[in-house]
């Protein structure tokens, strides 16, 4: 059985890798749309 410190430490982590995520693809949209601008 899962402990509920167990389980909010595993949401934190899916929330971190969700966010690196994001943060990725923010930044190669940003990287995109600078080439789209030339």
């Known amino acids: ?3 509920d410190s167990d ?4 949401f ?11 943060e990725k693809r923010d930044r190669s949209f ?3 749309g600078e080439l789209n601008s030339f």
């Open 1 to 3: 059985k899962l402990e």
């Open 7 to 10: 389980l909010i430490q595993i």
């Open 12 to 22: 934190l982590n899916q929330v971190d890798i969700f966010s690196i995520i994001l």
């Open 30 to 32: 940003t990287f995109l």
